[in-house]
């Protein structure tokens, strides 16, 4: 029975290169969605050949089918629910043992598998030689040889998915073992396929191995029998079942390497060897690194500057032109919507897209190197200081383009309290939205001299406080055994701009999505409330004493200073009738102590969806303009005027501290599977912010 | 955390090769045709027997 559709899933170690063989099999035709029930973006995509439709998942990958993070958990789950027709594993033919590993492992489930040797060219290149069919005759799986990167092998591999039907596989290593485990295995799988006949092998042999989660889902009489034969086997044999199982699985291993690989490859290694022993000196290493992160920084904020004075200009452009197609003049709740709202709202978060898009592009480009890998490393003793470990390294980084993407890159953290840790002080990373705030204030305040000085110790304030806070939770929330650090470091590699720029793209889609979802809807509503009610009789009869100034005799200059002001007083008590200013004013008591007054305090509100908002939200409370941009010079005197350098450092202090924006709570929820977490990160980051700024700017005052 | 040091090679009687690092620190091992980092938590536990190459009994 020739099926016509077939459904195949791709599996296989981390850095094995599956996307590239998943892009090569389905071309540009691919979707992201959610694996049901799970968070992570499920990638799928189609092809077609030798009159057959298949449909191809990509799944995390994944060292073994005992999962480590949830990420690894995904790719068990979709094989055995799912039942896909054909199982590939995708090998990393220069790591071949190593990868053999999750080999044996799927192999155990009885699925119907291809074998990929994948990064075939860098096997050649070193020198590497893998007798393909012998592997096929020892494994009883087609073998195919392929190198993704550059779409070799393309139609070998969809040959080898249509052909006719294939056997489902047996566990190669259960009969080369000791007696003692052979018959364990046997008996426990027999008495596995009463409750169900599927995987039943891999079931037996996982309940050996002391699986936590394959326990959970089998009757307690199929337990207990396993305790016991675990129990008699470490008996007999000297050593634990999940130990043993291990063991035998690797003896077939190498017996398979002593077959099947003719000629070792050293080459790569030692470059990639000689390249660690200056990455990772004891002393050097560190100092390395942060020469390559003041770079990678500098090259952010440099090269952004341009790009996003470009972008700004733009927006404007769209702005005037949209607001254009109304009569000049003409008074419009619609196009004032558009234009303040929306296009000021959305346009202002767009902004900052370069500057992200940058970090993330100089981040992917050290993750595809293998850098990245080494960082972690490194930095792993002084971050376990901290209370979170060199794994959190990265999302951290990643936390000072935007939190977002940050919080989703935690998932690479298999302890969950590391993860939870590291997820509650992200946002602490001072992210990209913040920086129109310093980019208004500091200027506004401080001599030119000053300002980088004062940026680099915004940032190192957020870093510092983090610190405290992740020790803190690590001790005493998050509590658990320490983790211990183990992570591949792959060879060095030059990055593929293919895969560069897919990675860079992954995690600054994640900001546009947020500008363009949750931003939008926020921007809407806050200009509603900032707009409405609206007054319409006021303590001066504005239009009449305009008309009157118009019609003097006073000297131009004069006049049209003195209705300035007139439209300044007018607007600002349109806004303090609005529900916004009505808020601002209300809870300016409570912030007073922080230095705010209520124009501030209406400012922050705004700022609590999306710390974007701030800026625009002073503007308007300020009556400078529709559209006050960070370098609107007349809100700059306007705070001058208004405010002292400390109050200045008391709003940076809490726009840094406080929570990022509701796109990261949101995110928070999604992660962690719970509101409560989410809701604790709100309101601490709240509470901490408010007791922050409280300390500083109260000191200040005493000091000043 | 064996099944963690399995998947990625380092079992019971494993020959790795080490790379950098010394005694109980953190340290870059060859295994397997592989290169791991591990930390002091686990360099601290794994004894080691010398052999032309090394032999590893996780312990």
């Known amino acids: 029975m020739i099926k016509e559709k077939l459904s195949v899933v791709l599996a296989g170690n981390p850095n094995s290169g599956k996307t590239s063989v998943f892009n090569m099999l389905t071309g540009a035709r691919h979707t992201i969605g959610n694996y049901p029930g799970i968070t992570v973006d499920r990638k799928t995509g189609s092809f077609n050949w030798n009159g057959r439709s298949v449909n191809v998942t990509d799944l995390p990958g994944t060292y073994s089918l005992t999962p480590g993070s949830p990420e690894e958990l995904i790719a068990r789950t979709v094989i055995m629910n799912e039942n896909p027709d054909i199982v590939i594993n995708v090998i990393d033919a220069s790591n071949l043992e190593r990868n053999l590993y999750l080999t044996m492992q799927l192999m155990e489930l009885g699925v119907r598998m291809i074998v990929v040797l994948n990064m075939w060219d860098v096997a050649e290149k070193i020198g590497l030689g893998i007798d393909s069919e012998k592997l096929e005759s020892i494994l009883s799986v087609p073998v195919v040889k392929t190198t993704g990167s550059r779409g070799r092998g393309s139609a070998e591999l969809k040959d080898s998915i249509t052909a006719s039907e294939m056997i489902p596989t047996v566990t190669p290593w259960l009969s080369n073992c000791p007696e003692e485990l052979q018959r364990a295995v046997k008996k426990l799988s027999a008495k596995a396929e009463n409750r169900e006949r599927n995987h039943s092998v891999w079931r037996a042999v996982k309940l050996l191995e002391g699986d936590a989660s394959v326990e959970s889902n089998e009757e307690p009489d199929l337990l207990d029998a396993a305790h016991a034969l675990a129990g008699f086997l470490e008996e007999k044999l000297g050593v634990s079942g999940e130990m043993l199982i291990a063991g035998e699985r690797y003896r077939f291993i190498e017996n398979i390497i002593a077959g099947v690989v003719t000629r070792s490859g050293r080459e790569r290694e030692t470059f990639s060897d000689r390249l660690d022993s200056v990455l990772t000196h004891r002393h050097f290493g560190i100092p390395v690194f942060l020469v390559m992160m003041y770079l990678v920084f500098s090259f952010t904020f440099i090269l952004a500057e341009p790009l996003m004075g470009f972008l700004e200009h733009f927006f404007q452009f769209l702005g005037e032109t949209v607001s254009a197609l109304w009569p000049v003049g003409s008074e419009s709740m619609l196009r004032d919507l558009i234009v303040e709202g929306i296009i000021g709202g959305v346009g202002g978060v767009l902004v900052f897209l370069p500057n992200i898009f940058l970090l993330f592009l100089a981040i992917s480009v050290l993750e595809d190197s293998g850098y990245m890998a080494r960082v972690a490393f490194i930095m792993d003793g002084a971050m376990r200081k901290a209370g979170l470990q060199g794994k959190s390294f990265v999302p951290l980084i990643i936390g000072f383009g935007c939190t977002v993407p940050a919080i989703l890159a935690t998932r690479t953290l298999e302890n969950r309290n590391d993860r939870l840790t590291t997820i509650m002080v992200a946002p602490l990373m001072s992210c990209g939205a913040r920086l129109p705030i310093y980019m208004m204030i500091i200027p506004a305040f401080f001599p030119e001299v000053w300002r980088a000085p004062l940026v680099w110790i915004i940032y190192m304030t957020g870093i510092i406080v983090s610190v405290g806070i992740a020790r803190f939770l690590r001790k005493r929330v998050f509590t658990g055994e320490e983790t211990h650090f183990i992570l591949e470091l792959p060879s060095y590699h030059m990055p593929t701009p293919v895969s560069v720029f897919r990675h860079t793209w992954d995690r600054a889609g994640e900001y546009v999505k947020k500008a363009g979802t949750l931003i939008l809807a926020i921007s809407v509503i806050l200009w509603v409330f900032s707009s409405f009610p609206e007054k319409k009789r006021f303590s001066v009869d504005y239009d009449g004493e305009i008309a009157a100034l118009e019609s003097s005799n006073l000297p131009e200059a004069v006049i049209s200073d003195s209705i300035s002001n007139l439209e300044s007083s007018r607007r600002r008590e349109e806004f303090m009738y609005t529900i916004t200013g009505r808020l601002g004013r209300t809870i300016e008591p409570i912030m007073r102590p922080l230095g705010f007054d209520w124009r501030v305090t209406t400012a922050l509100l705004g700022a609590v969806a999306a710390k974007e908002a701030f800026v625009s939200q002073l503007g308007v409370v300020f009556a400078v303009g529709a559209e006050a941009e960070e370098n609107s010079a007349t809100l700059r005197e306007k705070l001058r005027e208004n405010y002292t350098p400390l109050q200045g450092i008391a709003m940076m202090l809490f726009a840094l501290i406080s929570a990022p924006c509701l796109a990261t709570i949101a995110v928070t929820r999604k992660e962690t599977g719970s509101w409560k977490w989410a809701m604790v990160q709100l309101f601490g980051l709240t509470a901490l912010a408010y007791s922050v700024t409280f300390i500083v700017y109260q000191t200040g005052k005493l000091v000043m | ?59």
């Open chain 2, 1 to 59: 955390m064996i099944q963690r040091l399995s998947a990625l090679g380092l079992t019971q009687y494993a020959t790795i090769r080490i790379l950098k690092g010394a005694g109980s620190g953190p340290m870059i091992v060859h295994v397997r045709g592989s290169r791991v980092g591990i930390g002091r938590g686990i360099s601290s536990r794994i004894l080691v027997r010398p052999f032309i190459s090394n032999k590893v009994r996780a312990s």
